[in-house]
């Protein structure tokens, strides 16, 4: 099965920086997911990453180390509108078919 | 592109009654997804289409929950009888390809199961 951990709340301060965690188990590992879920709104992709590293889009950056299960997402410069859920999905292959796993998602709190 | 539309946006209706969602996903992707996201699971996949057809439907909590695509511009997930437990909000999302591709999301159905 797929199994993946990521803490359920963080809370951070306005034009700090935030690293949000995100641990996985799977088997036939394809590429993992973030997404930012807005309360009420539907989840919008962030980043793809597959490869070993750093990702850097803007404010916003994706590591990923296969061989540890691990990534995180890390927010620069925080905004007050950076307040939402985060969600690490995991892709994985098996069973004849791909499938996608998400996490519980991490509720970040930006406070002024 | 107007992106992926779901409807109805809410749906409230009673215990054992038949409720069917809709979705039309952006022109021209090959892949289609059905979620369900609770505060208790979080965002759960459900199904998903490629080319019209169901490649993973392990994600299908019980036979109550059936999904099809019977063209490229729509698909449907139906739930019959409907119970209490399935009160969550459905979202459909698309896809050009699987992997090293973004899933654009619908607005969601929000149901309530009285």
């Known amino acids: 099965g797929q199994n993946i951990d990521q803490p359920t709340e963080m809370t951070a301060t306005e034009g700090a920086i935030v690293q949000i965690n995100c641990t996985y188990q799977t088997s036939g590992f394809n590429g993992l997911f973030w997404y930012q879920q807005h309360a009420g709104e539907a989840p919008t992709f962030l980043s793809y990453?597959?490869?070993?590293g750093l990702e850097e889009k803007g404010r916003f950056s994706s590591f990923l180390s296969r061989s540890k299960g691990y990534s995180y997402l890390l927010l620069k410069e925080l905004q007050m509108k950076d307040s939402a859920s985060y969600l690490c999905?995991?892709?994985?292959?098996?069973?004849?078919?791909?499938?996608?796993?998400f996490g519980k998602g991490t509720h970040l709190i930006i406070q002024p | 592109d107007a992106g992926v539309i779901q409807s109805p946006r809410h749906e409230v209706t009673e215990m054992g009654q038949e409720v069917t969602l809709r979705c039309k996903p952006i022109?021209?992707?090959?892949?289609l997804f059905w979620y369900r996201q609770t505060m208790m699971r979080g965002l759960e996949l459900l199904i998903y289409?490629?080319?019209?057809?169901?490649?993973?439907d392990s994600g299908m909590p019980e036979d109550r929950f059936s999904a099809k695509m019977p063209n490229a511009s729509f698909s449907t997930l139906k739930i019959q009888p409907s119970e209490p437990r399935d009160s969550a909000v459905y979202f459909c999302?698309?896809?050009?390809?699987?992997?090293?591709?973004?899933?654009?999301f619908g607005p969601g159905t929000r149901l309530t199961v009285l």
């Open positions: 999302a698309s896809s050009l390809r699987l992997v090293d591709d973004t899933q654009y």
């Open positions: 990453n597959v490869l070993d």
């Open positions: 999905a995991v892709l994985y292959s098996g069973g004849g078919a791909d499938g996608l796993t």
């Open positions: 289409f490629n080319n019209n057809v169901p490649i993973d």
């Open positions: 022109s021209g992707h090959d892949y």
